[in-house]
């Protein structure tokens, strides 16, 4: 069923979607058809979201979600967190549900916001790569942006407990690291533009407000497309297809929480910096 989104936020942007969720939600809500997120991908096989999720109290929230009380979510991955039979990832990751890959999210000016923390109780094994949030393509060609943590492949990542934001995967472009510290939120506003195919990043951590940390870079936009927040764990020792080659170590029990997820319209300039209602 469609959940009613009717509180305030304290900013006064036009939203396209809202992924924060509502402190009488449950995981097992994530399991119907619903106006938050998909409940379909990103899943593993024969699994559903209420095991891949668990809502958190909403004291714990982050920079955007304390002022309505709600709550954060962790989202899990296992050795059956296998999609779409691609044996060599591990993948779990929300999809906002009116993001269908043509829809008004890739057009125009959009702020995207979202903050990331650490799961202390199940942390990540940092030899392996992660992507956290990323656009990807309509055509399922590449990532327009990602951001990632660990071990990146093909690269000598000198401290792999960094966040490292990247542009389109095509070309290669870090637009900004910073070390991924545990027990504080990490915030990020990305702000797009699809028609000029730039990108500006804002960035802070706990409560602060956002601060600009780079000017709007050059970066290939083009082909619509879904964000996903989550988890996708990459393997080692891959060669070729590494959806299909790599390794995978047994027992994974892993997480990473969000919290903030949601996207303004700033074609009109309007963009959120603090979570205060002035």
Do not use: W
Request: aromatic fraction near 10%; hydrophobic fraction near 40%.
């Amino acid at each position: 069923m469609p959940y009613p989104r009717s509180f305030a936020h304290a900013q006064e942007c036009s939203l396209q979607f809202d992924g924060r969720i509502d402190a009488d939600l449950t995981a097992a809500d994530f399991n119907d058809p619903n106006d938050i997120f998909s409940n379909q991908f990103v899943i593993g096989q024969g699994l559903t979201f209420s095991q891949a999720l668990r809502l958190l109290p909403a004291a714990a929230g982050s920079l955007f979600d304390i002022e309505g009380g709600l709550e954060p979510v962790q989202v899990l991955i296992s050795d059956d967190s296998v999609f779409n039979n691609q044996l060599a990832f591990r993948r779990a990751e929300l999809i906002p549900a009116s993001n269908d890959g043509a829809d008004a999210s890739t057009q125009g000016v959009k702020t995207l916001h979202f903050s990331v923390l650490k799961d202390l109780q199940r942390p990540l094994n940092l030899s392996h790569e992660y992507q956290l949030v990323f656009l990807e393509s309509a055509d399922f060609s590449t990532n327009q942006f990602v951001l990632k943590t660990g071990t990146i492949l093909g690269q000598d990542t000198a401290d792999p407990d960094t966040l490292q934001l990247f542009g389109n995967v095509n070309d290669g472009q870090l637009l900004f690291s910073t070390a991924f510290t545990p027990k504080v939120f990490h915030n990020f506003a990305l702000l797009f533009d699809f028609d000029a195919s730039t990108t500006q990043v804002f960035f802070s951590t706990a409560n602060d407000d956002l601060v600009q940390v780079t000017e709007a870079l050059q970066n290939d936009l083009s082909g619509q497309g879904q964000f996903h927040f989550g988890l996708l764990k990459k393997p080692v020792n891959g060669v070729g297809d590494i959806t299909q080659n790599g390794d995978q170590p047994d027992g994974i029990n892993e997480g990473i929480i969000f919290g903030g997820v949601f996207q303004e319209d700033s074609s009109d300039g309007c963009m959120s910096l603090t979570a205060n209602v002035e």
